[in-house]
């Protein structure tokens, strides 16, 4: 046995996640983003990994943006910044590039993923996982590193009483030249190369499913269930001790549950561009604006008036000075001012040498060039200080806000001829429904104007979107789904309204299960309750899909749901700052008849009342088609779930719309 080599930190481990199989058994669907309690499989390996290393990698060799984005994904609640990257799962004459670099998607078997793993990996040590294993165990590396230690092993393999995980392993990075050889000399096998280093094999005894995978649809299903008994019964149970919040279909969600759900799966555009200042209202600032200046640059007069020396004011006496010249905004006065001397000074000039107060000029009796300052005025009055507003290294504006006129103001008043913003989302829109209408067709018996589509289409114009009017979809199923795919490559984010209850349209929710990953959910609001999110995916590999965000049908539940879920989740996904909807208090007033229920959003009228708090009164026509009352609203006025009877004067909270009018 070789001797002991030195302990290994976490932080020398680069772990990978080995997801470039063929699914073969799987119909050739893209194993690692299979579902498995409701997220992708390669989200759930990261997410076990990532504690046990230092940088991560997944080596995939199709869906490159998507593997990206379901990493970062699942390192998104995790401290601290971490790197990963995907890179091609290729043989080392591909591997290792940027997974941009490589064109068509090749199976060269794990071997492959290993060595592009070991090219990008730039810690001493690899760990590499499968990515179809969700439940691997979460002290797997630490025992393969005590045990490379323990052995001074360049290679050390989990086994359990079924026998050798061969892609459960950790590597000193020094095999990678003998991987290389291996694979040149056509050697593909995992085992036969493991073979050939110092290895040690790390027994896990019986590690219950720690170490299952899933080949096909069925074997996953089943893995799902045993995960879902709980971790008594599959081994290597997250480290909290829990199994992982399974998202299943037609789940009951509070608001908050599903808002708060959404936002989870929400990844921002990382993509950033310049923009003039004055073009950039509304944009979301990708880096801190940091002051260069001070702001005021020098003390100044906050009046029009006399700069005086506070040391001639006398406490209780009027005092007296002598006009020696004049300061004006952008023309200082250049002299010295002396003792029983004073400048005519104008709002905005430099305060002279000497001076440090400004009498205001109608506070002022002058006789030629004799001023008298009445006894009030104090030393230190009417001046700015340099610096007051903002200091030369202060942070102006933080990355994530979304520049306000204000924000614009403050970057021009720095100089900043252009700030760097995230770029503009992408978001498709279309409806669906055989019963709608486009302006100008002729009515036909039982159809309807198609209003959710302008609608919402503006609602994201106000949000800074660009938009892509996909029309209306017929229910077509082929013509809908060549639509979702087509959205998918073009936009990051498709929202559709209409078909997502559990009415005659369950063909829209066949499409999308087939073109995307979508979950619906039932949400505890009035209006509102159908929702469907997910992932859409487009025709061919590396494109990252867009989220698809489904709204009912029903118009005022469509904006409604747009505002209270979708929007804050677009602004996440522009990048924005937390950006919770801003409810404020209101009284209402009107008692109102209610049974206790879904939480409820009323169309209101928000106006200040006679002691100048603001009170919301419902207007008349709350049903859920009913699109009318919404534009005669300002605010939604909230009504929290299980409340009963509102009695006149009762203290809510409100979502303004638009400012009041
Ligand atoms: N048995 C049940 N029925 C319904 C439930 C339920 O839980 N059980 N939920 C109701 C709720 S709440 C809503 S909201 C709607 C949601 O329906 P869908 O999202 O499936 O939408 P559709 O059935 O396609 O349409 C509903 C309604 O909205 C009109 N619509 C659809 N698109 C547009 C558009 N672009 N512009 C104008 N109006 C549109 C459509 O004509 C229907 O009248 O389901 C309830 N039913
Ligand atoms: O979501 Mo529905 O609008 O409650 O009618
Ligand atoms: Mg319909």
Redesign the pocket.
């Known amino acids: 046995m070789a001797e002991p080599g030195p302990p290994i930190a976490a932080a020398d481990i680069t772990g990978l996640v080995l997801a470039g199989g063929m699914g073969r058994r799987m119909g050739g669907a893209d194993k690692g983003l299979q579902l498995f309690l409701g997220r992708p499989l390669a989200a759930h390996a990261v997410e076990r990994l990532a504690p046990q290393v230092g940088p991560l990698l997944i080596s995939a060799n199709r869906n490159h943006g998507e593997y990206r984005r379901v990493g970062m994904q699942a390192l998104a609640d995790a401290p601290g910044h971490r790197r990963l990257e995907v890179v091609a799962d290729a043989l080392p004459e591909h591997g290792g590039l940027p997974a941009a670099a490589v064109a068509a998607p090749r199976y060269d078997g794990p071997l492959a993923g290993i060595a592009a793993g070991l090219a990008a990996a730039r810690t001493p040590w690899l760990a590499c996982v499968p990515c179809d294993s969700p439940l691997l165990p979460p002290d797997l590396v630490a025992r393969l590193a005590a045990a490379a230690t323990a052995h001074g092993a360049q290679l050390a393999v989990a086994r359990c009483s079924q026998g050798r995980h061969p892609v459960f392993a950790l590597m000193s990075a020094a095999v990678a030249p003998s991987l290389r050889a291996f694979l040149a000399a056509g050697g593909r096998r995992v085992r036969a190369w493991q073979d050939t280093l110092r290895t040690v094999e790390v027994d896990f005894g019986d590690a219950g499913h720690a170490f299952d995978n899933a080949n096909t649809a069925a074997e996953l299903r089943e893995l799902a269930t045993l995960a879902e008994r709980g971790p008594a019964r599959a081994c290597g149970p997250r480290q909290d001790g829990s199994a992982p919040s399974p998202r299943r279909q037609n789940t009951a969600l509070t608001v908050d549950e599903a808002r708060a759900a959404l936002l989870s799966g929400i990844v921002p555009v990382d993509e950033v561009e310049r923009v003039p200042a004055a073009a950039a209202l509304g944009r979301i600032l990708a880096a801190d604006l940091v002051s260069p200046i001070d702001v005021p640059a020098q003390d100044n007069a906050a009046m029009d008036g006399y700069a005086l020396r506070g040391a001639d004011l006398a406490p209780g006496r009027d005092a007296e000075a002598t006009v020696i010249g004049t300061a004006l905004a952008g023309h200082p006065y250049a002299g010295p001012v002396g003792p029983g001397q004073a400048v005519r000074i104008m709002t905005g000039a430099v305060m002279p040498d000497g001076c440090d107060t400004v009498a205001a000029q109608e506070t002022v009796r002058r006789d030629g060039d004799r001023i008298v300052v009445p006894a009030d005025v104090r030393a230190g009055q009417n001046r700015r200080l340099r610096g007051e507003d903002l200091r030369a290294g202060q942070v102006a504006l933080r990355a994530g806000r979304r520049l306000s006129p204000a924000d614009i103001g403050v970057s021009a008043s720095l100089g900043a001829p252009a700030l760097t913003v995230r770029r503009r989302l992408r978001v498709a829109v279309f409806?669906?429904?055989d019963?709608?209408l486009l302006p100008g067709d002729p009515p036909r018996p039982g159809a309807?104007?198609?209003?959710?589509?302008p609608a919402l289409l503006a609602a994201l114009q106000d949000l800074g979107a660009d938009t892509i009017d996909m029309g209306?979809l017929r229910d077509v199923p082929d013509a809908l789904e060549a639509a979702l795919v087509e959205a998918a490559g073009r936009a990051d984010a498709v929202l559709t309204?209409?078909?997502?209850?559990?009415?005659?349209?369950d063909f829209v929710r066949d499409v999308l299960a087939r073109r995307g990953r979508i979950d619906f959910w039932?949400v505890e609001m009035?209006?509102?309750?159908?929702l469907a999110f997910g992932r859409l995916y487009p025709a061919g590999p590396d494109r990252a899909g867009a989220y698809l965000f489904?709204?009912?049908?029903?118009?005022v539940?469509?904006l409604v749901s747009f505002q209270v879920m979708v929007r804050p989740a677009l602004l996440k996904l522009a990048g924005a700052a937390d950006a919770p909807p801003a409810f404020i208090a209101a009284r209402c007033t009107r008692t109102l008849r209610r049974k206790p229920g879904r939480e409820e959003y009323l169309r209101a009228v928000a106006a200040p009342g006679a002691d100048g708090m603001l009170e919301a009164t419902p207007v008349a026509g709350q049903g859920?088609?009913m699109l009318f009352s919404l534009s005669q609203a300002n605010c939604l006025l909230r009504l929290p779930a299980g409340h009963g009877d509102v009695a006149a004067g009762e203290r809510l909270q409100i979502l303004l719309l638009d400012s009041l009018r």
């Not at 309807?448 to 589509?453: F, K, L, M, P, V």
């Not at 009035?526 to 159908?530: D, N, S, T, V």
């Not at 489904?550 to 118009?555: E, Q, R």
């Open positions: 409806s669906t429904g019963e709608l309807i104007h198609d209003s959710n589509r209306v309204s209409g078909g997502v209850s559990v009415g005659d349209a039932k009035k209006p509102g309750r159908p489904g709204l009912p049908g029903n118009p539940a469509a859920s088609a």
